[in-house]
């Protein structure tokens, strides 16, 4: 498998990895060169000579980038300008030293000075940015946005929080590339810090991984280098019996299109036998809408408990077209008392809206066996009431409160899905295409995670693999696309992934 970066590093660990660097014996400010000379590569690979460049620096390390950038722009042919947010002499350390290495003009910042570029590079505040923007930096990013330049950001857009991915202000700056350093941080991948960066270029500037030995990061972009050694790539000498058998409980006769949607993913993700439990007066249409997965009838918590009691059954999905209410916690109840995989998605999730206390206490006493809960935004809201999630600074930290409340993997779910487990692990999602989002497409995504944890993938992993498959079956379906072609386009993306993982 080819080695990738997947670490994600908040603006504390990134500062942490700085600073160790630092202390290891590499000059900060070759750091800072390095970082400069990455950013004006990537104007360079872009723009032709003779371009006009404004570098609009901060106050900070951000701003000494920005003039290692111009420096070696002008240095290439390129007609450099540099706004000033701060004068050059009320620079401090390394950020110093690169603005006295530049020898053109400096120029108080003003947003009329942003007439006629073709490109700006924005070195105001980068990643590490805690305060609200105000005042003339407000004025400079609306000024960016406005100019029709090219914008390369260095590091973060303006406005962003490094973090959170908040816009922090009134206004974060649109770029169409980001520039950023030895690792992504999460507002490259969460909304709505995101849709502010453009492409995003990794540049190497001279950080050893090595720092990951003290920093021990617990963020991740969900890719395949995450779960990848988990993937249960089937074995010739398997059976249908060693890759698990998933069951699935239905809803009553006019709402069995999602269970029958979670089935049917369960199965294409590799899970052995996929069991539909029915209630009686749905099974005819179980039935005949279903020819792999079989379909059994069950009417009750009683009588799911009596299905579960054979141990063969090791991972169930409950909750899409469940219904809500008092039946409903009953089933989820059963689903919980044994040693199998439990996914709670959808009505099993609202249906404890007014007691989750008494869902958590039963998911504690599950610590051998994995609880996944797969909530939208709606779902979390309602679930997960007061602090510390209501005001969490963001999605990720939500979503990673939730999980060690809750004694869950979380799997929140939007066009940044986060996925989060007890012991502090987390990743961000970035495959989802904006066609994802059509009726259904939940229960195929409850069904994916059903299927991998049949298969014995742990917990966390199985529904970081689910979130990745769905994001890339809806890629290879493309616009148009509606809930029931994901499962169909998992033999594709599985061929991908199995060859890109190489022999087991």
């Known amino acids: 498998m080819v080695a990738s970066v997947y670490e994600l590093l908040s603006t504390d660990e990134m500062a942490e990895a700085d600073r160790l660097t630092i202390a290891s014996g590499v000059a900060g400010i070759q750091l800072m060169e390095n970082a400069g000379r990455a950013v004006a590569d990537t104007v360079a690979a872009r723009h032709r000579l003779g371009s006009r460049i404004t570098v609009v620096a901060g106050p900070g390390n951000n701003g000494g980038d920005g003039f290692v950038a ?78 029709g330049a090219a914008t390369v950001a260095v590091d973060l857009p303006s406005g962003i929080n490094g973090s959170t991915g908040a816009v922090m202000g009134t206004a974060g700056v649109n770029a169409a590339e980001t520039v950023t350093f030895f690792r992504r941080k999460p507002a490259h991948l969460l909304l709505p810090g995101r849709l502010h960066c453009g492409k995003v270029r990794v540049a190497d500037i001279g950080i050893s991984p090595q720092v990951f030995d003290q ?74 809408a279903n020819l792999a997965v079989m379909v059994h009838p069950v009417d009750g918590a009683g009588e799911l408990a009596e299905l579960l009691s054979d141990h063969r059954f090791n991972a169930l999905a409950i909750g899409p077209g469940g219904g809500v209410g008092a039946a409903m916690r009953e089933l989820v109840t059963a689903a919980l008392d044994g040693p199998r995989a439990v996914v709670l998605d959808a009505d099993a999730l609202t249906s404890f809206a007014d007691d989750p206390s008494s869902l958590w206490s039963r998911i504690a006493g599950r610590r051998e066996s994995a609880t996944v809960l797969t909530p939208h935004q709606g779902e979390f809201a309602r679930l997960f009431t007061g602090q510390p999630f209501r005001n969490a600074p963001s999605k990720l930290h939500a979503a990673r409160a939730a999980a060690q409340h809750s004694h869950a993997i979380v799997v929140l779910k939007g066009a940044d899905t986060v996925i989060a487990a007890p012991d502090g692990r987390a990743a961000i999602s970035d495959n989802a295409p904006p066609w994802l989002a059509t009726a259904g497409s939940g229960d195929v995504l409850t069904g994916f995670v059903t299927g991998l944890l049949a298969q014995g993938m742990p917990g966390f992993e199985a529904a970081c693999a689910a979130v990745w498959l769905h994001g890339e079956a809806a890629t290879t379906i493309g616009p148009g696309l509606i809930s029931e072609d994901l499962s169909e386009a998992v033999p594709k993306v599985y061929t991908r992934l199995i060859a890109d993982l190489g022999p087991p």
Do not use: C, M
């Open 70 to 147: 111009a420096r070696l722009l002008g240095e290439r042919g390129y007609l450099v300008r540099v706004l000033a947010l701060a004068g050059p002499d009320r620079l401090t350390g390394d950020a110093a030293k690169a603005a006295r290495a530049f020898s053109g003009t400096v120029e108080p910042a003003s947003a009329d000075a942003l007439a006629g570029a073709d490109v700006v590079v924005d070195a105001l505040f980068g990643a590490g940015l805690v305060r609200p923007v105000e005042g003339l930096a407000s004025t400079l990013i609306e000024a960016i946005n406005e100019s």
């Open 215 to 288: 920093i021990r990061p617990q963020t991740f972009v969900n890719t395949p280098i995450l779960w990848g050694r988990w993937f249960p790539i089937p074995q010739v000498s398997a059976h249908k019996y060693a890759r698990g058998h998933g069951v699935v409980v239905s809803g009553h006769l006019s709402r069995t299109g999602a269970a029958r949607l979670a089935a049917r993913a369960a199965l294409r993700a590799g899970a052995g036998l996929v069991t539909l439990a029915s209630p009686r007066e749905a099974l005819s249409v179980n039935a005949a």
